[in-house]
Every structure is written in C-alpha cells, then in structure tokens.
C-alpha cells in the first residue's frame, strides 16, 4: 500500500465528490474526479505517495475510497492488480483477469474524443489494446494529439484537454473506419465490459459457437494469433515489443484478425489461413489458457486450421521458429 491508514486523519479530502459511472475507466474516474477539484494529476501522486511513473492500482484503492468518497469495494474492482513479474506477469481489473500485461494499455491511453465531448467520461473498453475501436461511433480510437502530435497520457488538467492544454478532437478528414467484421468481434470481445443499456442500444450479429464463452484474455490472445502475421509463414520473435506498440499497430493487427475470422467463417474461402494465422500463440493459448473454454477454443482452431492435435510443446522457444514447412 502506498501510504499508511493511519495518515488517513491528515488526509483533506476535497469538497466535491462525484458519482462513477457503470463502464467507466477507474484511472478516468480519477482524472475526471480531479478535473471537477481543479487539481492537477501529480496531487493525487503526491496524496498517494507514488514517485517516479507509476499510475495509481489496487494499492492505493483504501486511501482512494476516502479522497473520492466511492465505497472501497466498488474502486478497488476498478483499479489493475497486477501479479507475477514485470515480464510474464498478468492483472486483474474490472473482473477480467489477462495473463499478459501487454493486453491491457494503462500507461499509454486511447481515446474516443467524440465520447468524451458527448457522454462526458472515459470508456474502460478503450484501455484493452487490441481493440483500438469505439463501437458506438464506428471509429478507431486515438492515442495522440491532434494538435501538438504528441502521446495521450494520464498526466493531464481533464479528460477532455490533452497536456499541451488544447481540447482533443478527431481527425479532420478521418482516411479510413473500422469495417462491419471489425465492429461486430469487438462487440463480441468487450461485451463483459459493457453496460446492459449499451448492449441493447448496439447491432451486432451472433458469436461463433468457439467465441461465446471465451474469456477477454482468451478471445484477446486469439485476436493477436489472427492478426500478427503481415505476410505468410512470417516468424514472431517472442521478445516481441508488445508494450510499445501504439493504436496504429494494433489498428492493423485488429484489422487483419477480424477479417480473417470472418473468412475462417466460411469455410469455402478458409483454405489459405493456415499460412497466415501464428500457429505458436494459438498452441500457447492451448497450453496455458485461463479457462477451460479458451483451451477447447484453441484446440478447435488448430485441429480446423492445421489439422492439428498438439500432444507436446516446445515451450517459448517456439516464437522464433518460422511456421514454413521444410518439406513438403
């Protein structure tokens, strides 16, 4: 814990409080809460103790539930918890446990601006990296300034104004938007995400059969082994800098991924996705999955893409092997 209960009586919580919403982000809340103080983001780094960048977590969620006045254990659901090491290491937050942390954006935020003028708070569905789409306005979401061209962060007066101190805005001439197969996967993934009313108010058409009862990490995995590879039989090293990788890179990866489920859909134009689909995440999903669904769901795929029923592994040395055949 960041800092000791018993400083709680010298904490001054300041006078106006405000209510969090259903889908809202937990480091948005926060962001939105200081906004309405008129207090800066290092105020609440300095109350919680915090140096150098880390972001607020579980750690800080007793102290957090008395500065904002939001009940402990409806903050601490919020916040990430994190596990394990910073290499192999997984988090829990919003009731989704990922067991990798490069699936989940927390210091590099994305943005809908469009949501945020109109509804007035952040998404916790933006904070998931590879699905950089808002599902309402039919749009990729945004991890850089308009104006000064630089990365969104946290660190900034509201949640509407970026850090040089301009409003954010979408793109004036937006070149391209997600398409219906990109919108329809994301709704399938973030559906545990989303508010009742937004599920009902939103179109989409009915899982595959192997996505239903996917956890978010399984069907996040899945996304990734669909859509990494550029061009056939591409090798992925497994040091791959996954932290890195901006809303641009997983723009395209989604792309790819939501179109190649969508032709693995029918099985009459599927022949070529064994060539394009990385075979080793699939198999890493099988080996290590977080459910028993998201196993069953990764066999199915390897026995449907490659006629393939995995009895060994070979571990993390796999990711630097090519999936091209030496021999036909």
Same mark, same amino acid.
Request: one cysteine or more; charged letters at 20%; aromatic letters at 10%.
């Given at each position: 814990?960041?800092?000791?209960?018993?400083?709680?009586?010298?904490?001054?919580?300041?006078?106006?409080?405000?209510?969090?919403?259903?889908?809202?982000?937990?480091?948005?809340?926060?962001?939105?809460?200081?906004?309405?103080?008129?207090?800066?983001?290092?105020?609440?780094?300095?109350?919680?103790?915090?140096?150098? %960048?880390?972001? !607020?977590?579980? &750690?800080?969620? $007793?102290?957090?539930?008395? *500065?904002?006045?939001?009940?402990?254990?409806? @903050?601490?659901?919020?916040?990430?918890?994190?596990?394990?090491?910073?290499?192999?290491?997984?988090?829990?937050?919003?009731?989704?446990?990922?067991?990798?942390?490069?699936?989940?954006?927390?210091?590099?935020?994305?943005?809908?601006?469009?949501?945020?003028?109109?509804?007035?708070?952040?998404?916790?569905?933006?904070?998931?990296?590879?699905?950089?789409?808002?599902?309402?306005?039919?749009?990729?979401?945004?991890?850089?300034?308009?104006?000064?061209?630089?990365?969104?962060?946290?660190?900034?007066?509201?949640?509407?104004?970026?850090?040089?101190?301009?409003?954010?805005?979408? %793109?004036?001439? !937006?070149?391209? &938007?997600?398409? $219906?197969?990109?919108?329809? *996967?994301?709704?399938?993934?973030?559906?545990? @995400?989303?508010?009742?009313?937004?599920?009902?108010?939103?179109?989409?058409?009915?899982?595959?059969?192997?996505?239903?009862?996917?956890?978010?990490?399984?069907?996040?995995?899945?996304?990734?082994?669909?859509?990494?590879?550029?061009?056939?039989?591409?090798?992925?090293?497994?040091?791959?800098?996954?932290?890195?990788?901006?809303?641009?890179?997983?723009?395209?990866?989604?792309?790819?991924?939501?179109?190649?489920?969508?032709?693995?859909?029918?099985?009459?134009?599927?022949?070529?996705?064994?060539?394009?689909?990385?075979?080793?995440?699939?198999?890493?999903?099988?080996?290590? %999955?977080?459910?028993?669904?998201?196993?069953?769901?990764?066999?199915?795929?390897?026995?449907?893409?490659?006629?393939?029923?995995? @009895?060994?592994?070979?571990?993390?040395?796999?990711?630097?092997?090519?999936?091209?055949?030496?021999?036909?």
């Amino acid at each position: 814990m960041s800092m000791p209960i018993h400083l709680h009586s010298e904490l001054t919580s300041p006078p106006l409080q405000i209510e969090c919403l259903v889908d809202e982000s937990g480091l948005g809340y926060l962001l939105r809460w200081l906004g309405t103080n008129h207090l800066p983001f290092r105020w609440l780094k300095k109350m919680l103790a915090i140096r150098g %960048p880390r972001l !607020p977590d579980t &750690r800080d969620a $007793i102290v957090l539930s008395y *500065l904002t006045g939001i009940e402990h254990d409806q @903050l601490k659901p919020m916040l990430m918890k994190t596990f394990g090491n910073a290499k192999e290491g997984g988090m829990l937050v919003y009731g989704q446990q990922l067991l990798f942390r490069d699936l989940y954006r927390f210091r590099s935020p994305q943005i809908c601006p469009s949501c945020i003028h109109q509804k007035g708070y952040i998404s916790r569905c933006w904070e998931f990296g590879p699905i950089p789409i808002c599902i309402e306005h039919g749009v990729y979401l945004i991890d850089h300034c308009e104006h000064c061209k630089k990365p969104i962060r946290w660190d900034r007066p509201t949640i509407d104004i970026c850090q040089c101190g301009r409003i954010f805005s979408s %793109p004036v001439n !937006p070149s391209e &938007r997600p398409g $219906i197969a990109e919108l329809n *996967l994301a709704r399938w993934v973030l559906k545990p @995400l989303m508010a009742s009313e937004s599920l009902h108010s939103l179109e989409a058409s009915k899982a595959p059969s192997w996505m239903e009862h996917l956890s978010m990490d399984g069907a996040l995995r899945i996304i990734k082994a669909f859509g990494i590879c550029q061009t056939p039989y591409e090798a992925i090293s497994s040091s791959y800098p996954w932290g890195k990788c901006t809303s641009q890179f997983w723009r395209d990866l989604f792309r790819r991924a939501a179109l190649r489920i969508e032709c693995f859909l029918d099985p009459s134009i599927s022949s070529e996705l064994c060539t394009l689909v990385y075979q080793p995440f699939l198999e890493r999903v099988a080996f290590y %999955p977080l459910t028993t669904p998201d196993k069953e769901s990764a066999l199915y795929l390897l026995k449907q893409l490659y006629d393939y029923e995995p @009895l060994t592994h070979f571990d993390s040395a796999k990711g630097h092997l090519s999936q091209k055949r030496l021999f036909d």
